[in-house]
C-alpha cells in the first residue's frame, strides 16, 4: 500500500522522504504560501499527489467552486469529491452536483469517492453508487458507525480500528467488492488494523493517508508499548 503522512510545514520534506505519496489538504493551500509552494514541487518532482476537499478539518467540505479552481491549478493525481459527513444520500447527491456543476474533462487525475452512511445498508447502497461512477473507492476510519457495531469496553481507537474491518468484511462477505478498482482508506484510530490488510484478498486497497505517527510523535506515544 502507498502510505502519505500529514504534518506540519516545519517537517513535511522529512516526512515527505519516508512516504510514497503526498496528501494535499485544500483549505491549506488558501492559508498557507509555503504549503502551497510544497505541492507546486512535489509537482515538480513527480511526486502522485491526492487532493482532499478537507472535510475532516472543517466539518464541512471546502467550497466547491474553489475547489475546483484548485484541482485546476494544482491537477493532483486523484482528488475527493466533495463528500457529506455520515449522509448516504447527501453524499450521493453531492457526488452527483458535483460531477454535473464543473467540467471535469480538463482534469488528468482520478475521482475518489467517499462511502458515508450510518449502516450496513447505507454502505451497501454507497458502494454500490461509488463503485459505478468514481474511479476509486474511499472510506473512513472514523464513522460513528463503527462504534455501534463493536464493543464498549474497546478504547475508541480499537474500536474505529475493528470497526472499519468489520465493514471491509460486510463488503466482501456480500460480495460488493469491485476487485478492478482501487480503494484508499483515510486516515486511521490505530495502525495496527493495517497488518490485517496484508493478506491478498485485500490487493485492491491501493493506499492509505493518515497522521497519526506525527501525532503520536507529538504526544510522545510510542507504538512499542503495549
Known sequence: ??????????????????????YCLVHLLEESRDYLNYFYLAKEKGRKIIMDCSLFELGEAFDSKKYYDWLLRLDPDEYIVPDVWQDCDGNISSFKQFCDQFDLSHLSGK????????SFEDFDKAYTFMADY???VAISFGYDFYLKITSDKLSNAQRYSLGRRNLLQYLLDHKR??????HHLLGCGNPLEFVFYKNERYDFIESIDTSHPVVSGFFYKDYDKK
Open 111 to 118: 475521482k475518489i469517492g467517499v462511502l458515508q452512511g450510518k
Open 177 to 182: 467488492i469491485d476487485f478492478n478498482k482501487k
Open 134 to 136: 468514481a474511479d476509486k
Open 1 to 22: 500500500m502507498l502510505i502519505a503522512h500529514e504534518a506540519p510545514m516545519c517537517i513535511m520534506p522529512s516526512v515527505q522522504a519516508l512516504t510514497d505519496y503526498d
